[in-house]
């Protein structure tokens, strides 16, 4: 006891499957429904010739979606047969769509299964229909969608969750290398860790941003920073000038450290953090040191240290941050004639 509401060329679907959406044909133009077998119901796709409605076969004008070959970046005419042998089920099409479309109208979150539409067809997240249905409670009008204004029902939106899931999207990094597409749902799984996100340049006035293996080159080209070598499980003398905010450090493996040397009234803040987008393996432990007054066997030298079980790791993103491990050195502990600060450094690979 279906009555089935829409035209072949703008999906199929009956009044089972959904009971009040209403679509104009794209190719009669008419408002009224095309009363047609919903495929769900017969399990395959109409036979019966639409009324007023020629068949596909002969408006080749009509617009087709562009399939793209992914892998090798082609992309061949959606009029060729090759094309046309891609869209067959199982094959895979590129579609760019408005992301507002995959958005809850109420909340303007993405959607994710469940996905709940109210009578009219309204889609919404899975939190609003019960939001609305508090709401809908003290305003006494029962179950309510705040955009028909009216009482309503909330279902199921099985069709647009099918389709979210059969669906892949490209990972935001692309622009840095990153060619994965992701499943929709994933995408913000996946991007947590892309290994392919950005890092950026902490210099002031710099808005440079790159993959970590890229950041290296524009230090020394942009910047004049000049790198020091980084052995691991052993200890590295480096020579620090008073005003020198950041000191690159480059690993065994090419992991990028950065010492940062932030100066207070009461003397230089040092802290070290791997420059790399997410935490991630390795983790590294740090200890910093410095001394004052102890060359030449004297007993009343002083020893400041610092031991960071775990390196952190940023993208700099908001710039540098001091996290809660650093060393401050005291001013009286610079060379007085130079200003320079003599600092320990060693970076251990820790086992996971
Ligand atoms: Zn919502
Ligand atoms: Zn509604
Ligand atoms: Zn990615
Ligand atoms: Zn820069």
């Known amino acids: 006891a279906s ?14 499957h959904n009971q009040t959406l209403t679509k104009t044909c794209p190719r009669t133009s008419s408002a009224s429904p095309v009363p047609l077998p919903c495929h769900t119901h017969l399990g395959s796709a109409p036979s019966r010739p639409i009324e007023g409605c020629p068949p596909m076969a002969e ?35 590129t579609v760019k769509i408005q992301s507002k479309a995959l958005c809850c109208r109420i909340c303007s979150e993405p959607l994710k299964p469940p996905i709940f539409k109210c009578a009219a067809g309204h889609v919404l997240c899975s939190q609003c229909p019960e939001k609305l249905r508090e709401v809908g409670h003290v305003l006494r009008l029962g179950t309510f969608c705040a955009l028909c204004c009216k009482s309503t029902s909330y279902s199921r939106c099985v069709e647009l969750e099918q389709f979210i899931d059969a669906m892949k999207v490209p990972c935001s990094n692309q622009t840095y290398g990153c060619n994965e597409y992701v499943s929709y749902q994933q ?77 207070t009234s009461i003397g230089s803040a040092l802290a070290v953090v791997c420059v790399r987008p997410h935490e991630s393996e390795p983790s590294y432990s740090c200890n910093i040191s410095a001394a004052h007054g102890v060359a030449g066997g004297k007993t009343d030298g002083r020893l400041v240290f610092q031991k960071d079980p775990h390196v952190s790791s940023s993208s700099l993103a908001g710039g540098v941050q001091m996290g809660n491990f650093f060393l401050l050195v005291p001013l009286e502990f610079a060379e007085t004639s130079s200003g320079e600060l003599t600092v320990h450094i060693r970076i251990d690979r820790v086992a996971s």
């Open 187 to 263: 995408k913000e799984k996946h991007e947590s860790s892309c290994p392919h996100a950005p890092c950026y340049c902490p210099e002031d006035d710099c808005a440079f941003k790159a993959p970590a293996c890229c950041l290296l080159d524009h230090f020394v080209t942009a910047h004049g920073w000049s790198p020091t070598n980084l052995g691991y499980n052993k200890p590295l003398k480096i020579l620090l000038a008073r005003d020198r905010r950041f000191t690159l450090l480059v690993g065994e493996d090419m992991s990028l450290f950065l010492l940062i040397n932030t100066l």
């Open 3 to 16: 009555t089935f509401l829409y035209c072949e060329r703008d999906g199929v679907s009956c009044s089972q």
């Open 59 to 93: 408006e080749p004008s009509v617009k087709r979606t562009k399939t793209e070959d992914l892998g090798a970046g082609s992309e061949p005419d959606a009029a060729t047969p090759a094309a046309a042998e891609e869209e067959r089920p199982g094959g895979e099409v």
